[in-house]
Each structure stands twice: as C-alpha cells, then as structure tokens.
C-alpha cells in the first residue's frame, strides 16, 4: 500500500467515526441463541487489533470457556466477538472484566512511560550542563 492509498482509508475512517458519533453506538450487544451463557459484541470502526486484544484477555479468565472474534467483510470496519462463559459469570460482565483489565494496563504502560521520558529528559539535561 503506498502512501496516498493510506492517507484516503484514514481520511475515510475519520469520515466514518464521525459519522457513528454523531448517529449511533459503536457497540452492540446480542445474547448468543445457538450457546448457553453466550453473547455476541459488536464493535464498530474497530479492528484485528482490538478484537485480538480483547480474545485472548478474556481467555485469562476460568470462567470463560470459549472467546473468539471475526472481521465481518475486510473493507468494514467491524469485528464481532463470541464469549461464552461457565455460567459462574455472565458473559457481559467477563468482557466488562477484560476492559477494565486492559485499561490498567494500559494505564501502567503510560505511567512507565512518562517516567521513562522523564528519566531520559534529566539524564540529556545533565549532559547538556
């Protein structure tokens, strides 16, 4: 993919988010009718990246017994993911679990970070005197 060709798929997926901003919710929720303690989340504008994510923080956890995911066409933006739990739980709240797991972490990753940047802008600042 060339440059110009990624800067129009941007430029249309900045399209398309405003657009589901201002009309409708980026996720959609489903009780699964073919398994028992199932659910089916749709999420829209979103990616093998999130859907990725989200599959194998869910598989962490015991009471999940099945979690998988799936790009609905390749030129849309949308996954849906499958959660089927042991029934200890509901589905919804193990992905709710797993979102608020992923956030801390990232939430740590950003902290390192910041320390790390701050460690390194010190460390150039003393040189530099």
């Known amino acids: 993919m060339n440059g110009e060709d990624f800067r129009s798929k941007l430029r249309e997926f900045h399209l398309r988010s405003k657009e589901y901003s201002s009309q409708e919710s980026r996720v959609t929720l489903e009780d699964e009718k073919k398994m028992n303690n199932a659910c089916c989340v749709k ?47 509901k589905p919804y709240d193990a992905i709710q679990k797993t979102l608020q797991d992923l956030s ?26």
């Open 104 to 129: 801390d972490e990232f939430k740590n990753l950003e902290d390192e970070w910041a320390r790390k940047i701050a460690e390194k802008e010190k460390h150039q600042m003393k040189l530099e005197i």
């Open 43 to 89: 999420l829209y504008l979103e990616d093998h990246t999130i859907g990725n994510l989200v599959r194998m923080n869910l598989l962490k956890q015991k009471e999940v017994t099945f979690s998988g995911y799936r790009q609905i066409h390749p030129l849309q933006h949308t996954i849906e993911i499958k959660v089927q739990t042991n029934g200890s739980i």
